[in-house]
Each structure stands twice: as structure tokens, then as C-alpha cells.
């Protein structure tokens, strides 16, 4: 009878087993997992402001559709009838329609042309100071306008244009200049909108940028002394490259929301004298929504300005990104 003979491996050898075959993680998720355990107190701080934007920001989205359907109240919104695209040439054919494309886009231009510069020479100029009590006062004084109220500055700003009690006015008569109705000519509302602006925001928007300026290397500023650069070389290849980067960020931000400039603003310093150049798109979808109750429509304004809010954001960071090598989404 044959037997059955079994073959040892040497000795100091292991037998030859199958190799199971281990699943393989992505390392995208392995390194998300690895993070997780790592940081996960971080990310649970994440929690409640990702909630607050999935609430408030992304769920009402949803209610867009508005702009596409003829709201009737009993109905409600997903039970109202669908017209397609008829709000918008609503909107498109409405003799207005031009009026407040061009007014807004010029205030919004004007603003940002306006402080953004303004912004980087102020945090500049403190950023050259060395005596710090002088610094601290003239960064308090910039920088408290930015936590007085919209309604405080405009009334602010109407009591001191005011034909009859305004100090301006009161400093032409002066100089006998007749009195100027500011708020009343459509030419002034524009500079009145903008440089109140200015006054209000400069300040915060050079804390921003100071503090770009304290992350530059200061080998950088000693190797340029000792190459003999003035102050004004420094400032120009030294701190402007620096903040490079944060400027162009926060320029791509404002143009991105060039066409949703501020609501409260414009409403309280318009009146039916300046109408004209202070009807501009949030103002009339305020009056067409909730004074004449027409939401559909109003819908659907808001929608075309958002938009070309998204478009304007993604040619500019686009453009950006070619030119400075910066962008948002690096």
C-alpha cells in the first residue's frame, strides 16, 4: 500500500501559507480618520456653526423655486402654480430694469475702488509708526466707527448735511456759499453713500491687513537696510509682497458681492429727490416683496443678483489666480 509521506519544510523555515489579502484603505480616508481621532474636539467645535449654515443658508434654498411659480398664499410655495421663466422677463422687459443694474453696479464699484486702497495705506502708515501711544489713538479712532450702527451713521450724516442745521452748510454760509441741499441732489448721494462707508470701515479693514504686515520676516526688513533701501523701497518690496496674498483675497471677496451692496444704507438715505441714482436692485426687491407683495417676482430679482454675484466671484478669482498666483481655492 503507497503511504502518505509529508514534506517538512527545513528547519528555521515557516511553511508556506496564502497570504490574506488586506483591504486597503484610500489614503484620503485614512487620513481623515486619522484626523478625526486626533482633532476630534476641534471638529466638534464644527458641529453648531455647520448647523447654523445648513439651517439659515443652505435649507432655504430650497425655497428659490418661488421665482419660477406664481405664489399664492393658501397654496403655499410647492403648491403654488409653475410659470417657468415669465418673473424674469418680467424683471428683464421692466423700463427700471437697466436703471438698477447700472446704479448698483456703480455704487458697488465706487465703493470698492474707494476703501480698498484707503484700507492698505492706513495699515501701511500705522505699520511705520513706532510711537505707540500716538499709534494706539489713531487705530482707536479708525477703528470705533466700525461698531456704530448703519442708522446711527446715517443719521449722523443727515444731521450734518442738513440744509438749515448742518454744520456743513453752516461752515459754506461762512464763507458766503449758499446753502446745498445734499441729500436732495442725485449727483451727491453717490459720494454721501461711499465715503460714509469709508469712514465707517477703513479701520476694520486695516486691522486685517496689519496683521498680514506682522507676519513679514523682519530679516527681510534688515537685509533691505542693509542694502540701502529707504522706507518708501521697503514699503514697496518688502511689505506690499507681503500682504500680496491677503489683498488680493479680500479684493476677490468684494468684487464677488459687487452687485449685493448693503440694503439698509441706500433705503435710509434715499429719498423720492434722489431716487434716480439711489434705487438700486435691494431696494427695489424690498418695495416689490414686502410693500407690494408680489414675492414671486421679488424672488426672482434676488435670484438674477445672486447670480452674477457668482459669476463676477468665480472671473475674478479666476483672473486672480492667473495673474498673482493667489485665489481663493489655492
Given amino acids: 500500500m503507497a503511504t502518505l509521506t509529508t514534506v517538512r519544510p527545513p528547519a528555521g523555515e515557516l511553511p508556506n501559507r496564502p497570504k490574506r489579502r488586506r483591504r486597503r484603505e484610500r489614503p484620503g480616508i485614512k487620513g481623515l480618520r486619522r484626523s478625526l481621532q486626533r482633532h476630534w474636539t476641534l471638529y466638534l467645535l464644527m458641529v453648531v456653526p455647520l448647523i447654523w449654515f445648513a439651517v439659515f443658508k443652505y435649507i432655504p434654498m430650497s425655497n428659490a423655486v418661488l421665482a419660477f411659480k406664481n405664489f399664492n398664499v393658501t397654496k403655499g410655495i410647492w403648491g403654488s402654480p409653475w410659470i417657468g421663466w415669465q ?11 437697466w436703471t438698477l443694474v447700472k446704479n448698483t453696479f456703480v455704487l458697488s464699484v465706487y465703493t470698492v475702488a474707494a476703501s480698498f486702497p ?18 494706539q489713538t489713531v487705530q482707536l479712532v479708525t477703528y470705533a466707527p466700525y461698531f456704530i450702527s448703519t442708522v446711527v451713521v446715517v443719521s449722523m450724516t443727515i444731521l450734518v448735511l442738513s440744509p438749515r442745521l448742518g454744520i456743513v452748510n453752516e461752515g459754506l454760509g461762512f464763507f458766503g456759499v449758499p446753502a446745498v441741499d445734499f441729500l436732495g441732489n442725485p449727483d451727491y448721494f453717490r459720494h454721501i453713500y461711499v465715503w460714509s462707508d469709508v469712514w465707517q470701515t477703513t479701520g476694520y479693514s486695516a ?9 513679514i520676516d523682519p530679516a527681510l526688513h534688515e537685509s533691505a537696510k542693509i542694502d540701502g533701501a529707504t522706507r518708501l523701497q521697503r514699503i514697496r518690496h518688502v511689505d506690499l509682497p507681503g500682504i500680496m496674498p491677503t489683498a488680493v483675497i479680500i479684493l476677490v471677496l468684494a468684487v464677488g458681492n459687487i452687485m449685493a451692496i448693503g440694503f439698509e444704507k441706500a433705503f435710509l438715505f434715499q429719498n423720492p429727490l434722489n431716487l434716480s441714482q439711489s434705487e438700486i436692485i435691494a431696494t427695489y426687491v424690498y418695495k416689490t416683496g414686502l410693500l407690494n407683495a408680489d ?6 430679482v434676488g435670484l438674477f443678483n445672486s447670480v452674477i454675484n457668482l459669476v463676477l466671484l468665480l472671473m475674478v478669482n479666476m483672473i486672480a489666480k492667473r495673474i498673482t498666483g493667489n485665489g481663493l481655492w489655492s
Fill in 87 to 97: 418673473n424674469f422677463e418680467l424683471f428683464f422687459h421692466n423700463p427700471v430694469f
Fill in 118 to 135: 484707503i484700507a492698505i495705506i492706513l495699515a501701511l502708515a500705522l505699520n511705520e509708526i513706532r510711537t505707540g501711544l500716538f499709534k
Fill in 207 to 215: 486691522v486685517i491687513y496689519l496683521a498680514a504686515l506682522s507676519g
Fill in 295 to 300: 414675492f414671486s417676482l421679488a424672488t426672482a
